[in-house]
């Protein structure tokens, strides 16, 4: 049986679809994010955001680990350069240039025990490095991106079992600077005095590239590109002077420069950090008395997308590792699959529905596609799609009476041996046969 570390404390969760929102404003609420630590911070050349409101700062001898008061937690001595991480259940995979020894160092990140760990370290590389960024795949598998200053780049699979080196790219000489947004598979690399490319992350496709912020006259920027951030839905670039910031929102595959900001005094160019917030975008910039806060309103650019609602009765998890999903939905009272009567509505395949029910948590759906014949025997468990009341009607009889599904969830060897029966099916059925043909000596 799963573990509950929630103990239940959310009602729903919505999955697959917009968000129902009725009643309250979506006003400024107060922020449950502690702020950035910023006198913690002073001697750090690079910092990057932890779970629970931790941060990993990278010195010039050492990495250390800090809460959201300040207080170290951890320290490692090493002499490193570069920095990137991903959230793992414990805390953070991070990943540093070992300054000494000039190879991908791996760290482990534990917030709950408050650790540094040093994983063994990747084979030396081929090249010097010049920059390096993680990557997390739709399959929550690891990667990592290495760039030479001649332009040479490998894309490495960081498994438990070992690291795989997966292909070459070719990639703009002189890159400095990469950074990955996990959301849309895409690696952004600023090329110096040029601009800044995206390329395709996943490691089965072409790695054909997009201008997104090119320098003028091709482009909007009066100087070359420098340090990186990706938001959600676009990415923030500063120059190379350090003296201005630049916004740009993804709209239809297509880049958008949104107006310049001239920063009050130049900043480090090399550093470029974000602070989490539930509803606004704050950047951390190392400026020449320490780190500051640049706070900007941010909004994703997506037509027709329904913004989050910013009330003290949402909680908003964020991105969660790939392996707590199980125990967020056995926290539940009842989670719920919105879905629209759209194609993808029709045809998707129920995948989170059986999750949910394979952790023995009640699920109220869409009547749409196949939720409807998967949900059939379920009437409080199928609610009219665009209807609030319905939805109300079934939320509201799952909670007096809890009924969790009890259908049989298949797992992956099953699902697999069906399709191979599908394929042979569907061979067999157009394997060439000798009907009509005519020997000749």
Same mark, same amino acid.
């Given at each position: 049986?799963?573990?509950?570390?929630?103990?239940?404390?959310?009602?729903?969760?919505?999955?697959?679809?917009?968000?129902?929102?009725?009643?309250?404003?979506?006003?400024?609420?107060?922020?449950?994010?502690?702020?950035?630590?910023?006198?913690?911070?002073?001697?750090?050349?690079?910092?990057?955001?932890?779970?629970?409101?931790?941060?990993?700062?990278?010195?010039?001898?050492?990495?250390?680990?800090?809460?959201?008061?300040?207080?170290?937690?951890?320290?490692?001595?090493?002499?490193?350069k570069q920095l990137d991480l991903r959230a793992t259940t414990d805390g953070a995979l991070a990943m540093v240039l070992d300054a000494d020894h000039g190879r991908p160092q791996a760290i482990r990140v534990d917030t709950?025990?408050?650790?540094?760990?040093?994983?063994?370290?990747?084979?030396?590389?081929?090249?010097?490095?010049?920059?390096?960024?993680?990557?997390?795949?739709?399959?929550?598998?690891?990667?990592?991106?290495?760039?030479?200053?001649?332009?040479?780049?490998?894309?490495?699979?960081?498994?438990?079992?070992?690291?795989?080196?997966?292909?070459?790219?070719?990639?703009?000489?002189?890159?400095?600077?990469?950074?990955?947004?996990?959301?849309?598979?895409?690696?952004?690399?600023?090329?110096?005095?040029?601009?800044?490319?995206?390329?395709?992350?996943?490691?089965?496709?072409?790695?054909?590239?997009?201008?997104?912020?090119?320098?003028?006259?091709?482009?909007?920027?009066?100087?070359?590109?420098?340090?990186?951030?990706?938001?959600?839905?676009?990415?923030?670039?500063?120059?190379?002077?350090?003296?201005?910031?630049?916004?740009?929102?993804?709209?239809?595959?297509?880049?958008?420069?949104?107006? &310049?900001?001239? +920063? #009050?005094? !130049?900043?480090?160019?090399?550093? $470029?950090?974000?602070? %989490? *917030?539930?509803?606004?975008? =704050? @950047?951390?910039?190392?400026?020449?008395?320490?780190?500051?806060?640049?706070?900007?309103?941010?909004?994703?650019?997506?037509?027709? &997308?329904?913004? +989050? #609602?910013? !009330?003290?009765?949402?909680?908003? $998890?964020?991105?969660? %590792? *790939?392996?707590?999903?199980? =125990? @967020?939905?056995?926290?539940?009272?009842?989670?719920?699959?919105?879905?629209?009567?759209?194609?993808?509505?029709?045809?998707?395949?129920?995948?989170?529905?059986?999750?949910?029910?394979?952790?023995?948590?009640?699920?109220v759906a869409a009547r749409v596609g196949a939720l409807t014949t998967l949900l059939a025997a379920q009437p409080n468990s199928l609610y009219e799609v665009d209807d609030i009341a319905s939805l109300r009607r079934c939320?509201?009889?799952?909670?007096?009476?809890?009924?969790?599904?009890?259908?049989?969830?298949?797992?992956?060897?099953?699902?697999?041996?069906?399709?191979?029966?599908?394929?042979?099916?569907?061979?067999?059925?157009?394997?060439?046969?000798?009907?009509?043909?005519?020997?000749?000596?």
């Amino acid at each position: 049986m799963l573990s509950h570390p929630f103990k239940r404390s959310l009602t729903y969760l919505a999955l697959l679809g917009p968000l129902l929102w009725a009643g309250g404003s979506a006003s400024s609420a107060p922020s449950r994010q502690p702020a950035a630590p910023l006198a913690a911070m002073v001697d750090a050349s690079a910092l990057m955001a932890l779970p629970q409101g931790s941060w990993l700062l990278q010195q010039k001898n050492s990495l250390r680990l800090i809460d959201a008061n300040g207080q170290q937690q951890a320290t490692l001595a090493l002499r490193s350069k570069q920095l990137d991480l991903r959230a793992t259940t414990d805390g953070a995979l991070a990943m540093v240039l070992d300054a000494d020894h000039g190879r991908p160092q791996a760290i482990r990140v534990d917030t709950r025990s408050g650790q540094l760990q040093a994983l063994p370290a990747l084979p030396d590389p081929a090249f010097g490095i010049e920059a390096m960024c993680l990557y997390r795949d739709a399959q929550q598998a690891l990667h990592l991106f290495l760039i030479g200053k001649d332009g040479q780049a490998e894309q490495w699979l960081l498994r438990d079992s070992g690291y795989l080196l997966l292909r070459r790219l070719a990639l703009p000489p002189g890159s400095e600077h990469c950074r990955v947004d996990d959301a849309s598979h895409t690696l952004f690399v600023s090329e110096p005095g040029f601009g800044v490319w995206a390329y395709n992350a996943d490691g089965e496709d072409v790695p054909q590239r997009q201008p997104v912020l090119l320098r003028q006259p091709y482009g909007p920027l009066p100087a070359g590109p420098a340090a990186l951030a990706p938001l959600p839905g676009g990415l923030a670039v500063l120059s190379e002077d350090g003296q201005t910031l630049h916004l740009l929102q993804r709209q239809r595959q297509q880049w958008r420069a949104l107006p &310049a900001h001239r +920063l #009050p005094q !130049a900043v480090d160019a090399e550093t $470029l950090a974000l602070a %989490p *917030h539930p509803s606004r975008l =704050q @950047l951390l910039l190392r400026g020449k008395n320490g780190w500051q806060l640049h706070q900007q309103g941010w909004r994703k650019a997506a037509a027709g &997308a329904t913004p +989050l #609602p910013n !009330a003290p009765r949402v909680i908003h $998890l964020g991105e969660l %590792p *790939h392996e707590r999903i199980p =125990q @967020l939905f056995s926290a539940l009272n009842v989670a719920v699959i919105c879905m629209r009567d759209t194609a993808f509505g029709r045809y998707a395949f129920p995948q989170k529905a059986y999750e949910i029910i394979a952790c023995r948590t009640p699920v109220v759906a869409a009547r749409v596609g196949a939720l409807t014949t998967l949900l059939a025997a379920q009437p409080n468990s199928l609610y009219e799609v665009d209807d609030i009341a319905s939805l109300r009607r079934c939320l509201a009889a799952q909670l007096r009476t809890p009924s969790p599904c009890e259908l049989p969830v298949p797992d992956w060897a099953r699902q697999a041996a069906h399709l191979e029966a599908v394929l042979e099916q569907a061979l067999a059925s157009h394997a060439p046969t000798q009907r009509g043909l005519a020997h000749v000596d």
